[in-house]
């Protein structure tokens, strides 16, 4: 019964429709809201063979198991998140995507030590990209956003401002103007976060919508 | 006015922008590239200010950031900045300039009083006086405060915003004089990441203020043109002019701020006025420079009394003489160069007044060559001129004695230039936790080891002569890159090449031998912000205060904006000199930070208004919003309060709430309670450790309450834990709790009970949360959700079954805050609103109320049930809450040990129980405290407070909860609570559960 | 500003840590069986050296885990940090403070 | 000027004239060569009948009062630096006594009535302004703490009174009541007899009185070690020898571990960084102290003119005496939010504290597990307030080697019987 229209991504109710930076100038930094991502927190015994064997079989790829890697399919990408815990994510995403995954993971891993959680719901993605968009994030966060310490694929957590972040420079769109982040936060913080980059992004100019 | 003090020609100011400003509400004319220090020098003016504690008359005494004297307060209003040196406020059209600390006006000030009083008001006069009467101290502090203080604070809110980053870098190299630009070069060429921070607004440090000097071969200014474009170049090199690095702290951790927009004349909406820069540096160069020393000697402190090299800066780099007629003083060869510099200006120097008996040295020798007039073993004793200094006596030095014999000539002047030597500006270094260490030769303090990765090079490292300084910032910018982990450059391998010339030789004298004893005549100031001369540190000295560290807080010196910059060292040279010691004995204070004063603002940065703290909102919020709900703050998170109806009351909003959720249906938003899921086989073995009673034996979908204590024995949180599947639970928590207990069950996993498995994962986030409470609670539900058997066999209380309500995949919960039939609604949170709609559609009917949190306050209260953190304080244990039924005998969990201490066991401690006011209509206050007597006056004896109070429009009476001594035993008893309005309360004990307490209304 | 150099993620930034006072105190295996004063101790006594002292971390904006730092509370100097449950390594403790 | 050391700086013992305007004014026809030391500074007796380790405000109090009203007068203050250079000297000097529970209320009160008097009783002007001491409340949460608290006090004869957010304004018209919904400002309570004190002049005060009545004051004499025989302590190690001692008072605030350490036992307390920081001086803009617990940001102005702000711990051990910037901007932040027009004032200096914390915010003033020594620790974040009543207290424990009942339930022994006395968990800010 439920449409799918009727499902608020969590900064739906900011109306976020597509502006240019104003005056004229190019603008320094891009800001979108991706929404509804699927993302499944998956932990398991980092170093039981079976695990890695059971994941690989289901995903066809090897789990990440250096800090701040990423490793993916067309379909999904897993994202370190610490010592035998991952993101799995479908940027792509879709209501049902979250579930969906978890799903076929938790079929997979039956039997192994392992816990399977939707948290598609819980987090928004905002999208920052643009020649700026480093110098946006390195006002609020701790990181070396240097392309020497952050590279594209990577990801990492830490805290932007007051918000806890998941960030993820993405490693599909190519940096022709720049570089491209997506920065998942807890839903509730969403407005927070947005409004805070906003902000910061207001110097360099901010257009709203992705390139 | 005219500039008639602007040289013709030279210096590095843009003379086709001329730049119009007030001082003390006159007009003046200046140059784009001047300090406001140097437009009013430009225009003659000298006196710009009055001391903070004698209000004497005060000029400009240096040319950076130094500055005790010349302190100005900038703006009006709302933009109005105290306290501001002249010597670094870049001048803009239109600035509104105003002395400070005098009253009625800078020239005639009342507060000047003081000097005349000064015999009596000594170093620490204060502690001596006012305490007769007792009483009045109040008064005459009344009238300290308003005499002290210097500038004003600002009026209203200040307009501006600020901003701050963080940073990363290889290098970060402090300051942009020649052997900064040496170490930048230097380390960029060896491919590191450099930062080059500069407090002024512009590189070049110390050579923009001299005149002559080459480097490889070129005039300065063109070698720092050619530095300035080299690191533009590198793009791994930022140069950040106007940046003060303020702060150096643990782990290479550098605080600065950028000045961005101060110096425009039109500010840029866009732009921030400042920027915080806290900088993570793999390796530090500290190239500060050094600072220059004034001289000690009898009224030291006129107007037109300037440190010598300011005055050479001031012609070098503005263009102005100072003055007509110059005397210049001084102790060591660097003072020539400046009797030069302003000879060449066009200045007449009358003497060169030299303590050292045998002048010597490069620029002595040049002075002489010029045939300026040089008065060797001199010294100057006195001064003159209540404005502007009008005339210097000069006494010559009895080698013999020490002291100066009578005076030798009486000098006429307007400018007296001083220069006592140099002190290195190792105030970063120091607060690294550096050690300084005492150079005899130099009579300095230069840095020793350094703590952290900082190099220190050029002046500030005790290196005067130009070559030297290059030397030493290339060596330590490469050092630095190689310590950060670059590969040596091939291109940099050499210094940048100059003449060496210091300062030396030098004689130190830290007070000018005087020809009066020490006190009589004129006051020798040493710290000249706050009026502390060398005899107050004698005094302080002969009272006892012998440590430095007494002697600044006895005396305050070093204790004003400027932190002692020019006058710590000669109040350490004379306390040395008093007690007879060593100065590396006396040794310095503690450098802190900042290095010169910063603004608050970028502190906050952008993080004010509403950005200050996260704002949490929960799916449904706009729909509360639109609702006209009053809302709370619980930690981070709005919730609804109360949803107040047009020309409703508070009271009236919360009872109609109240009884529409015993009455009909009641609808509420419980998003924020925390939520973790967690799953392994070990645990229900994990919550029977967490919580206090036991999980063995919950059933597959069924649900349980749970207390949890901290090791001590006291409640922390309390929640209802469901069991979802085999191996499968949704633990709820309070909403202030939700991370902290997130965070403790993570915390025991990992390290108390590593070999459990057990996975918590918060997802309070996941889902949007709705409670409907009341007797259609169930009509409604059975309503949206047909699929779903809601029959008491299929779903009782405290059970949970997956289902759909409104088409929306949901959790639904048979659970009960509020003492009605109640369901809880868990549906993914993008789908809370589409949820909330269609229950307030279909509840329509029902004459459905949504209800806040005041509401459900009183619900629960009526039941009994507490709220953690209302009935309890970080000092109650189950016990003490009557809820011994929920404590297992029979094993261990957290805070069990601690419930079998003695006092967890004394009759006397505070038990949960209800209260009734005899008068029903009386709500006692929250916070009330109960006493057994009323005696006539404090102190009484108390035996318990009230913690929550409520009107319950269902009982209609008040009730209340509270912690009271014994309570249990005291049922049926009477308790008084005597309130702040002088009236007393009579209250019965009663039992805390008020309404059902047989818990029928669960039930069909 | 700190850098805590996490186990797992590298060197970070300290407010993306939280503190979790001294290192190796382990809850008493059967509670019922020691003394109050001795849970007092358990609870309440900690180490509060002035020096090099093993103390706890947890990453809690980065990988959420525990892990133990030898730091010098003078100096705040971080001579090394191990996984939680992992033995101390060998260090010079006398390092001046 | 002549010689100090021929004068014999620290060896004669003279007898201490008043201090009052007749003796300033005296001593300015004499160029004000006539004073006389604050205290001497002499060399250690071979033996004390007490020793007195540590030369905080604390420390020379607990001296004085064991002079004056016990009449030991044959005891040594022993102080590792200079007196005052611990956390005395580097507090936000907020004094009040307006604590929730009974037992913390009667000793803070002791000592604001002590305070009330001290600047006559030692003739030395702490300054001691009341100019009131006001707590913030911004959320329902805070007003109900608050009203408990108010209620307490009143009950116990501490003043405290609630005021609106009109009061508030009419008292501080430059604070933002609004601060922006975030922190709005729904209510404070004020105690009027709370206020400000000069720290330095409370040590110096109490030092100059204290040697008035015969206290050895040593300086730059650190305590290495003590000996214990026995189970009873005989004798402290210090940098400048061995001496005797009957009985030992330690009051070292953040190194109380540390000595306890030499001693043998162990402590329930950590020692934390506290910073503070002050403002440029400006002429006088607010009248009363502004705390808030809720934010960690608490505010006065210096009868000098500078805003003197109190900031939170750092969470972990540090024996630094130096904060770090997260700190720093999580106060001042809370401070522009307070006060708007602040964000253009400047911080003229910052510093940091190491404070003692007990695990439940309150001090300990006990006997020891060695006899003849006792401690006095653990006031954290907020000692100054009670220096004199913790002084009068400890002086009495020390010799009559009892607890008075003003500090009998800051015992040692608490931790282990349960019987906290919980400010943190009541919620009490401890400034
Ligand atoms: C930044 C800050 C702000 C504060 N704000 C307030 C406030 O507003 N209001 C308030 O009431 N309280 C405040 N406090 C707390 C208050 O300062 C302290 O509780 C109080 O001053 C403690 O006094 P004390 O005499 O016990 O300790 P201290 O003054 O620290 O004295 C202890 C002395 O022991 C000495 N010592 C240490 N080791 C040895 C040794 N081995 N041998 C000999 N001597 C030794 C030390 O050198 C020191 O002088 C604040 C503290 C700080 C740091
Ligand atoms: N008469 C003499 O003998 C004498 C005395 C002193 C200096 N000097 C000359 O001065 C020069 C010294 O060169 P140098 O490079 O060592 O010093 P410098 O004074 O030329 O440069 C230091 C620079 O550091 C900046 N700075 C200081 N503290 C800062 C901070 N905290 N943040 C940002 N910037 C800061 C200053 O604004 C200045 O520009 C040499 O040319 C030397 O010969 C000569
Ligand atoms: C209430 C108070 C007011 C202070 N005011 C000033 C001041 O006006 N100027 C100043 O330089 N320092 C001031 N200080 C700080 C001291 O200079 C010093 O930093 C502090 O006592 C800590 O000592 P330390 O920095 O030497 O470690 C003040 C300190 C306190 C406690
Ligand atoms: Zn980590």
Not at chain 2, 408 to 435: N, V, Y
Not at chain 2, 447 to 464: I, K, L, M, R, T
Not at chain 2, 566 to 594: H, L, W, Y
Request: glycine share 10%; charged share 20%; net charge neutral.
């Amino acid at each position: 019964m439920i449409e799918s229209y009727l499902r608020q991504s969590p900064l739906a109710h900011l109306a976020l429709a597509a502006h240019g930076p104003g005056s004229g100038k190019p603008a320094g930094v891009h800001m979108a809201e991706r929404p509804f991502p699927g993302l499944v927190n998956l932990r398991g015994p980092g170093d039981n063979a079976n695990f890695h064997g059971a994941f690989k079989a289901a995903a066809g790829y090897d789990l990440p198991v250096e800090a701040g890697a990423t490793a993916g399919s067309a379909n999904t990408t897993a994202l370190w998140l610490g010592p035998g815990e991952w993101l799995i994510l479908d940027a792509r995403g879709g209501p049902k995507s979250g579930p969906r995954i978890a799903e076929s993971l938790r079929a997979a891993l039956a039997g192994i030590s392992a816990a399977v959680t939707d948290i598609s719901e819980s987090r928004a993605c905002i999208r920052i990209s643009g020649a700026k968009a480093r110098a946006v994030l390195q006002k609020g966060c701790p990181l070396d956003f240097h392309p020497r310490h952050f590279a594209q694929g990577q990801c990492a957590q830490s805290v932007l401002a007051r918000a806890a972040i998941l960030l993820h420079m993405t490693p599909d769109e190519t940096a022709a103007d720049g570089p491209a982040f997506d920065v998942y936060v807890a839903r509730s913080f969403a407005e927070y976060t947005w409004r805070w980059l906003e902000d910061a992004a207001r110097e360099f100019g901010v257009a709203r919508g992705e390139r | 006015m005219t500039q008639s003090f602007r040289l013709p020609e030279g210096g590095l100011i843009d003379r086709d922008r001329r730049l119009g400003f007030r001082f003390d509400g006159r007009d003046y004319m200046g140059y784009a590239g001047d300090t406001l220090a140097a437009a009013l020098l430009a225009n003659g003016v000298h006196l710009v200010g009055r001391s903070f504690k004698y209000h004497r008359t005060r000029g400009i005494l240096s040319a950076g950031a130094e500055e005790p004297n010349a302190l100005i307060q900038l703006g009006e209003g709302a933009r109005s900045e105290p306290n501001l040196r002249a010597t670094q406020i870049e001048l803009i059209d239109g600035l509104e300039a105003r002395s400070q600390n005098r009253w009625p006006s800078l020239s005639f000030d009342i507060g000047a009083f003081n000097n005349a009083l000064s015999r009596v008001l000594p170093s620490g006069f204060y502690y001596k006086t006012f305490m007769w009467p007792a009483s009045f101290w109040m008064k005459y502090e009344y009238v300290i405060r308003h005499a002290a203080g210097l500038g004003e604070a600002p009026r209203g809110r200040d307009p501006d915003h600020y901003d701050k980053t963080f940073a990363h870098c290889d290098v970060l190299v402090v300051g942009g004089g020649p052997a900064g630009l040496a170490a930048a070069l230097a380390a960029g060429r060896a491919g590191a990441r450099v930062i080059l921070a500069e407090q002024d607004s512009d590189l070049g440090g110390s050579l923009l203020g001299t005149n002559g000097t080459t480097i490889d071969g070129q005039p300065a200014a063109q070698w720092i043109a050619a530095a300035r474009a080299e690191l533009a170049a590198m793009d791994q090199v930022t140069v950040l002019t106007r940046t003060l690095a303020y702060g150096y702290f643990d782990h290479n951790f550098i605080a600065m701020v950028e000045r961005v927009t101060d110096h425009l004349g039109e500010k840029p909406g866009h732009l921030p006025r400042q920027r915080l820069w806290k900088l993570r540096a793999k390796q530090v160069v500290l190239a500060t420079g050094a600072i220059e020393r004034p001289l000690v000697f009898a009224d030291n402190d006129r107007p037109g009394i300037m440190l010598a090299d300011a005055c050479r800066t001031y012609v070098n780099r503005y263009a102005v003489r100072s003055g007509n007629k110059a005397v210049v003083f001084t102790n060591n060869d660097g003072g020539y160069t400046a009797a030069l510099d302003m000879a060449a200006a066009g200045v007449n120097v009358r003497a060169v007044v030299d303590l050292r008996a045998n002048p010597e040295g490069p620029a002595t020798e040049r002075a002489e060559a010029q045939g300026l007039h040089i008065m060797p073993g001199s010294a100057v004793v006195g001064t003159s001129g209540e404005k502007r200094v009008k005339q210097v006596r000069v006494g010559r030095v009895d080698p013999g004695s020490g002291r100066a014999l009578a005076v030798s000539e009486t000098l006429d002047c307007d400018i007296l230039a001083m220069s006592g030597g140099w002190s290195p500006a190792l105030h970063l270094f120091s607060q690294s936790r550096g050690k300084v260490v005492f150079d005899e030769a130099l009579g300095a303090f230069v840095p020793g080891d350094p703590a952290q990765g900082a190099h220190s090079a050029g002046a500030c490292n005790g290196a005067f002569g130009l070559a030297d300084c290059l030397a030493q910032g290339h060596a330590a910018g490469r050092d630095a890159a190689k310590d950060a982990g670059c590969k040596p450059g091939r291109d940099g391998a050499r210094a940048p090449e100059a003449e060496n010339h210091g300062f030396l030789p030098a004689q130190w004298a830290w007070e000018v031998p005087s020809d009066k004893p020490p006190g009589r005549g004129g006051k020798a100031f040493v710290d000249f912000q706050n009026d502390v001369t060398a005899n107050d540190l004698r005094l302080a000295l002969r009272e006892g205060y012998h440590s430095i560290e007494h002697v600044k807080r006895y005396t305050t010196t070093g204790m004003g904006t400027d932190q002692g910059k020019t006058s710590n060292v000669n109040a350490i040279g004379i306390v040395a000199k008093t007690m007879g010691r060593e100065i590396p004995e006396v040794g310095v204070t503690t450098f802190r930070p900042p290095y010169t004063p910063v603004t608050f603002g970028i502190f906050a940065g952008r993080d004010v208004d509403g950005l200050l703290d996260p704002v949490r909102k929960t799916p449904i919020h706009s729909w509360h919003e639109q609702a006209g709900a009053a809302f709370e703050d619980v930690g981070q998170w709005k919730r609804p309060w109360y949803f107040p109806k047009p020309g409703e009351t508070m009271h009236q909003a919360v009872n109609r709430e109240v009884k529409a959720a015993r009455d009909s249906l009641g609808i509420m938003d419980a998003t924020t309670l925390g939520k973790i899921d967690i799953q392994g086989k070990d645990t229900a073995e994990f919550l029977n450790r967490v919580y206090t009673n036991a999980w063995s034996k919950l059933a597959v979908g069924r649900c349980r309450y749970g207390l949890m204590l901290n090791e001590a024995g006291m409640v922390i949180d309390d929640g209802v834990t469901a069991r979802l599947g085999e191996n499968h639970y949704l633990m709820t928590t309070t909403t202030g709790n939700a991370a902290p207990v997130l965070a403790q069950l993570e915390e025991f996993l990992q390290t108390e009970w590593p070999d459990m498995e057990v996975f918590v994962t918060s997802v309070t986030e996941q889902f949007a949360t709705v409670t409907i409470a009341g007797p259609n609670a169930k009509p409604l539900l059975r309503e949206l959700a047909a699929d779903l058997d809601l029959s008491t066999e299929a779903l009782p209380h405290m059970a949970i079954a997956p289902g759909r309500v409104a088409g929306i995949d949901a959790r639904i919960a048979r659970i009960s805050f509020t003492g009605e039939m109640s369901y809880e609604i868990n549906v993914p949170a993008s789908c809370g609103l589409a949820l909330w709609h269609a229950l307030m559609t279909a509840g329509a009917k029902y004459d459905i109320t949504p209800y806040g949190t005041e509401a459900m306050h009183v619900l629960r209260a009526e039941k009994g049930f507490i709220i953690v953190g209302q009935e309890t304080d970080g000092s109650v244990t189950p016990i003490d809450l009557g809820m011994d039924w929920i404590v297992s005998k029979k094993k261990d969990f957290i805070g069990k040990r601690a419930l079998s201490r003695p006092d967890m066991l004394k009759p006397d401690r505070k038990q949960l129980v209800g209260l009734l006011s005899e008068n029903p209509e009386e709500v006692l206050p929250e916070g009330a405290q109960l006493v057994e007597r009323v005696l006539p006056k404090p102190p009484m004896p108390m035996i318990g407070h009230v913690s929550s109070s409520y009107h319950s429009p269902n009982l209609g009476r008040s009730i209340a909860l509270a912690m009271i001594k014994g309570g249990q035993a005291r049922m049926g008893q009477t308790v008084l609570a005597p309130l702040a309005d002088g009236t007393t309360v009579t209250c019965k004990v009663v039992s805390p559960v008020f309404l059902d307490p047989e818990g029928t209304r669960l039930n069909d | 500003m700190l850098v805590i150099p996490c186990p797992h993620c590298g060197p970070r930034g300290e407010i993306e840590f939280s503190y979790g006072g001294q290192a190796h105190i382990a809850r008493p295996k059967d509670p019922e069986k020691v003394s109050d004063a001795e849970w007092a101790d358990y609870v309440f006594l900690r180490d509060n050296t002035k020096g090099v002292f093993l103390e706890r971390w947890c990453h809690v904006h980065g990988c959420r885990r525990w892990f133990n730092v030898a730091r010098n509370t003078v100096t705040y100097e971080i001579l090394a940090a191990y996984d939680a449950g992992a033995k101390p390594p060998k260090l010079d403790y006398e390092t001046q403070v | 000027m002549t010689c100090p050391e021929k004068e014999g700086w620290g060896t004669a013992f003279e007898m201490m004239p008043r201090y009052s305007i007749f003796s300033l004014i005296r001593n300015a026809l004499s160029y004000h060569e006539g004073w006389p030391r604050a205290w001497r500074s002499p060399e250690p007796k071979s033996s004390y009948d007490a020793i007195i380790v540590g030369g905080g405000g604390h420390g020379l109090a607990t001296a004085y009062y064991l002079a004056k009203n016990h009449g030991m007068t044959n005891i040594a203050v022993v102080e590792r630096g200079w007196i005052g250079g611990g956390n005395t000297g580097r507090n936000t000097t907020i004094v009040r006594s307006n604590y929730l529970w009974d037992e913390s209320a009667a000793l803070y009160e002791h000592a604001l009535k002590l305070w009330e008097g001290l600047s006559q009783d030692l003739n030395f002007n702490v300054m001691f302004s009341q100019r009131g001491v006001l707590n913030l409340a911004h959320n329902q949460h805070d007003l109900r703490e608050l009203s408990r608290r108010i209620n307490a006090n009143r009950l116990n004869g501490v003043d405290s009174e609630f005021l609106s957010p009109q009061e508030i304004k009419a008292l501080v018209p430059i604070m933002d009541l609004r601060a922006n919904g975030r922190y709005p400002v729904l209510g404070a309570s004020i105690q009027r007899r709370g206020g400000t004190a000069r720290h330095d002049a409370v040590a110096w005060g109490y030092a100059r009185a204290a040697d008035a009545l015969g206290v050895d004051i040593i300086q730059q004499c650190p305590v290495t070690g003590f000996q214990v025989e026995d189970g009873q302590v005989r004798a402290v190690e210090t940098a400048k020898g061995t001496i005797q001692a009957r009985k030992v008072g330690i009051v070292t605030a953040g190194h109380s571990s540390v000595m306890a350490g030499m001693a043998g036992f162990r402590l329930p307390v950590q020692s934390l960084p506290l910073q503070a920081l002050v403002s440029e001086p400006i002429k006088p803009v607010l009248d009363t102290v502004i705390m808030s617990g809720a934010v960690h940001a608490y505010v006065s102005q210096s009868d000098k003119g500078e805003l003197v702000i109190g900031a939170g711990v750092d969470s972990y051990i540090g024996y630094g005496q130096r904060g770090s910037l997260p700190v720093t901007e999580q106060t001042l932040g809370a401070i522009c939010e307070l006060f708007p027009m602040f964000r253009r004032m400047r911080m003229l200096r910052q510093w940091g504290g190491i404070v003692d914390v007990c695990p439940d915010a309150s001090p300990i003033l006990s006997k020891t597990p060695v006899g003849g020594m006792y401690i006095n620790c653990g006031w954290g974040t907020g000692g100054f307030k009670a220096t004199p009543g913790s002084g009068w207290a400890f002086a009495h424990t020390v010799a009559k080697d009892e607890p008075h009942p003003l500090n009998a339930a800051f015992s040692l022994d608490r931790f282990r019987t349960g019987y906290l006395i919980d400010e943190h968990g009541a919620a009490a800010v401890a400034h």
